[in-house]
């Protein structure tokens, strides 16, 4: 068997084995924050050695509906700037851009150096819902499969660090989490009326993950897969599992001494400022 071939193997029974697998204990609050605060000091570190360096670095997160993609995300963000950590989630194409080249209306956003674009769905959108959903023909799908390993090679060699991300849930979690993005009332823009039509195909998007990871699968783009049930445990894998796939180190910064400042020489103005009204 060729190396190839057997990593492939290996990746589809990795997910097969995570189904099976019972979820893991929930990771507590506290230790969760811990933790989080350690690889977000870590963040900050490869986000200055980003910058120096000039890495372009793309990630793509996939899964199902519910799968925690968004928080996980928002984890991976929330302490780094937004002018180097750029998330892209592009709505659904117009028409103009239904007309172009499939990968066309992606290409723009890839980083440039000194950045880190991360795809909260990509152009895998083909491979799942697209080809689920029936929004694309057979055709389309089959040479989007043929393809992709190509361009992503094309962008690899280019420089760009491409980490790809399947989010894995079970049916059952997976249906709790939408109950509750219908029963809360801060969670239901999440539910989004493509997440009740594809609610009842849970085989059809199996069935389409594992021939997208067959198809696209490779040696210089893998895919890498992460147990998603508890939201907790997952954000802390994959954002280790982030930090420990691109070479970093810490650059030291000077210690800021904030300088002495002179208050109180200016006489502020009567002017009746409008407060606003303090309910809390």
Known sequence: MSKKKKKK??????????????????????????????????????QRWVVAKGLKVCILFEGRDGAGKG??????????????FRVVALPAPSEREKSQMYIQRYIPHLPAAGEVVIFDRSWYNRAG??????????????????????????????????LKYWLEVSPEEQERRLRARRDD?????????????????????????????AAT?????????????????????????????????????EEVELPRRKVGRYQPSNHPFRFIEERF
């Open 9 to 46: 193997q290996d990746a589809e029974q990795t997910v097969t084995s995570d189904e099976s697998q019972g979820p893991a204990e929930k990771i507590g609050r506290k230790d969760y924050e811990k933790e989080l605060e350690h690889l977000h000091v870590e963040l900050v570190k490869l």
């Open 71 to 84: 928080g996980t995300i928002k984890a991976l963000t929330e302490r780094v700037s937004p002018r180097v």
């Open 129 to 162: 819902v697209e080809r689920v959903m029936g929004f694309c023909s057979e055709e389309e799908l089959e040479w989007f499969l043929k393809s992709t390993p190509s361009v992503e090679s094309a962008i690899t060699r280019s420089g760009v660090i491409l």
């Open 185 to 213: 009332g801060r969670k239901t823009w999440k539910l989004s009326p493509m997440d009740l039509k594809s609610y009842d195909k849970w085989d059809e998007y199996t069935r389409a993950r594992d021939e997208m990871f």
């Open 217 to 253: 699968d490779t040696d210089w783009a893998p895919w890498f897969v992460a147990r998603s049930e508890d939201k907790k445990r997952v954000r802390l894998n994959v954002l280790s599992h982030i930090l420990s796939q691109i070479h970093y180190k810490d650059l030291k910064t």
